[in-house]
């Protein structure tokens, strides 16, 4: 078996399926568009493609970034109110079969769960299964930094929150999917990683990848793939 088709097989035998959610579940990087939202777009994008080309530390981009937009809870909330999620087309059916197979679905993201808990809701995943950085607001609204002991604020902490899920509910068949260097390198603990480029392609996640895909149709196809 190629190491392709073993992860080709451990998808289909899943228990559960972690999703990144910037560029994966969502067309786009909800802090690129956070930060146009509050005029500071070119300068937070350019730190966002250095982060995910594995250029800097997750921590380091992280905090760059939010030091240059510095989003208070009225902004946030405006931002919600007026900015549609764009799901990526496929997710939504992805989703319901591994729901209907009885897989855990659970999204783990170095986003804000500010702006991920309207995408669990209309993907109809609870948000006790949203695993997301928490931003810290002062009494008057302001920015306030961000909570560092959210596993996910650090360089290898989707890989953490991954072995938490292990060991807390004894999943076999854990399979992380996404576009990124911090999704790459949660497996393992992860028992498999699918890169997914349907949105952006990024080479260095290409190459670590046994199976890449462009595409949701293409993994819901497997899932219908019966085993002899």
Not at 27 to 55: H, P, Q, S, W, Y
Request: net charge negative; proline share 4%.
């Amino acid at each position: 078996m190629s190491p392709q088709q073993s992860v080709q097989e451990l998808f289909r035998t899943a228990d559960c399926v972690c999703f990144d959610v910037d560029s994966t579940v969502i067309r786009d990087e909800g802090i690129d568009e956070l930060a146009r939202f509050c005029g500071k777009g070119d300068e937070v994008k350019r730190l966002t493609a250095e982060a995910m080309g594995g250029n800097m530390t997750f921590q380091e981009a992280l905090k760059k970034r939010l030091d240059i937009i510095r989003p208070s809870v009225s902004q946030i909330r405006e931002f919600i109110e007026t900015f549609p999620v764009h799901l990526t087309p496929g997710i939504t059916d992805l989703v319901k079969v591994l729901h209907e197979r009885g897989v855990m679905v659970y999204l783990v993201s170095g986003g804000f769960r500010s702006l991920i808990e309207p995408v669990a809701e209309k993907l109809h995943i609870p948000p006790h299964n949203v695993f997301a950085n928490r931003l810290k607001f002062y009494f008057n609204g302001e920015y306030a930094g961000f909570d560092e002991n959210e596993p996910t604020s650090r360089s290898g902490g989707k890989g953490l929150v991954i072995r938490r899920l292990k060991e807390q509910h004894g999943y076999q068949r854990l399979v992380m999917i996404g576009d990124g260097a911090t999704d790459a390198e949660a497996s393992p603990p992860a028992d498999a990683f699918i890169g997914f480029g349907g949105n952006v392609v990024r080479e260095e996640v290409k190459k670590k990848s046994a199976w890449y895909v462009t595409d949701f149709q293409e993994l819901i196809s497997h899932l219908s793939v019966q085993t002899k």
